[in-house]
């Protein structure tokens, strides 16, 4: 990793000579300055990835220069040194955009936790502004198509949603696009220029749940050997999307129910609790209310995630955005493709796609319409094709199979040892001869539940 520089401004010579030589000494290039106006001189020509800045300085203070330094450059983490009677005024600089503030004197080792946490936050805001732009550039990948009156409202309800400051809980089957309403919720609110991470609660073993949201310090278990910010952290400033938010074990609720509450979060092997600033959205295809009657969720973190409740809804119930999302795939697919090589359907195929139920909802219509794409033997996808490549699913196949699609094979295969080995899936991977890797992406690709294996 190439060396983080701090951008250091303290008026304290002394102060100012000794915390730099530590920095140094700790593998960050500092570049230390007596006032605010020095600061702003050297900006560009220094490129900071982390500024830590006195409260208290001559001439602009502190709180000026936060300003100034976030004008230049929007996604720069600052941290604020303040004494102990300038606390609100350091939690006002917050509110303005400072990353967090340490209170003097603060121990070498705090300090550069701090600054850690800080320039990594800066690098995922960057990480989360490219990526935001490849999604602009690939033609809206977080846009809820359709123009049902379901999707018209459900649009209108994210946008009032997003505008205000609660949490939020989706709900929906699974396939209907309850990422997309998360993205559209993060995109729209006053947190876009900040992280969206993405906690798919599912896939996590259960032994690493708290090491991934929470973090851990070194040496907290075997293997921890560097401290690692957890995925609540990483947000800060931003939204945490809890996906599958059903699936968190129970002895986690508590701790995530207090970084919910309270904003606060401690990582595994650490003593001290650490803030953090984020809007959670959650999302899950549950009956979370039967899951607090039967005791597999609390019922105060329910409430704390559930501020605000959308209900996306499944593709059934809005048949007539069908065409316009097979369409849409389809031209993805063509994305590129000479004209003579485009793929269209038919009037009749569109009309034979909307017929169907869609239990997998927009998730399924859209591997479908790959298959129809794949196997086409001409430009023209017609309802011949549809019939022959999209078929319902059926209670029997030929050879006393339950179906023939490969897919559904392997999710069975997959369902079943999990049951045989009451939910382990080391147990199941071994069996069925792959890594448990692969078992964990499978698991998530085909949208299995813990329910479906351990009933």
């Known amino acids: ?162 505008a205000a400051a609660g949490n939020v809980l989706v709900v929906g089957e699974n396939g209907t696009g309850k990422e997309l309403v998360a993205h559209r919720l993060h995109e729209e609110s006053a947190r876009r220029d900040h992280p969206f991470i993405v906690v798919n609660c599912g896939a996590i073993p259960e032994n690493l749940v708290e090491s991934e949201l929470f973090g851990h310090e070194r040496g907290a278990f075997t293997g921890a050997e560097r401290s690692r910010v957890g995925l609540l952290e990483a947000a800060h400033g931003g939204t945490a999307f809890l996906d599958e938010v059903g699936e968190l074990p129970l002895q986690i609720q508590p701790a995530l129910l207090r970084a919910v509450q309270f904003g606060e979060i401690r990582p595994v092997g650490s003593s001290q609790s650490r803030r953090v600033d984020l809007r959670i959205v959650a999302a899950t295809n549950r009956d979370v209310l039967r899951e607090v009657e039967e005791g597999r969720f609390r019922e105060d973190l329910y409430y704390r995630l559930a501020a605000l409740v959308i ?41 034979r796609l909307s017929a169907y139920d869609w239990r997998g909802n927009v998730r399924e219509l859209e591997h479908a319409v790959a298959r129809l794409a794949l196997l086409a033997t001409s430009r023209t996808l017609d309802a011949a094709d549809v019939e022959r490549h999209v078929r319902p699913r059926r209670t029997a196949a030929a050879g006393g199979l339950p179906t023939l699609y490969l897919e559904e094979l392997q999710r069975m295969a997959i369902v079943e040892a999990l049951k045989r080995h009451g939910g382990s899936r080391a147990a199941a991977a071994a069996e069925l001869g792959v890594a448990i890797k692969t078992l964990y992406n499978k698991i998530r690709g085909y949208d299995i539940q813990r329910r479906e294996y351990l009933g």
């Open 1 to 162: 990793m190439s060396t983080r520089t701090v951008l250091f401004v303290d008026d304290d010579e002394t102060y100012r000579r000794v915390l730099s030589k530590e920095l140094v000494h700790s593998g960050y290039s500092v570049a230390a300055f007596a006032d605010a106006e020095s600061a702003l001189a050297a900006q560009d020509g220094v490129q900071p990835d982390v500024a830590l800045i006195d409260l208290n300085l001559p001439g602009m203070d502190g709180l000026q220069l936060l300003e100034r330094l976030l004008e230049r450059a929007p996604g720069l983490p600052v941290v604020l040194l303040t004494g102990h009677g300038a606390v609100p005024e350091a939690v006002r600089a917050m509110r303005r955009g400072a990353f967090d503030f340490l209170t003097k004197p603060v121990a070498l080792d705090v300090v550069e936790q701090c600054l850690a946490r800080a320039a990594r936050h800066g690098e995922l805001v960057l990480e989360n502004r490219r990526l935001r732009e490849l999604v602009q550039r690939g033609g809206g990948g977080t846009e809820l198509r359709g123009d049902s009156p379901a999707m018209v409202e459900l649009r209108a309800l994210v946008s009032r949603v997003a």
């Open 311 to 351: 209900e996306v809804p499944p593709l059934r119930e809005r048949k007539q955005d069908i065409p316009g999302l097979a369409q849409f795939f389809l031209a993805r697919h063509n994305g590129g493709l000479p004209e003579e090589q485009q793929l269209h359907f038919t009037a009749e195929a569109l009309a």
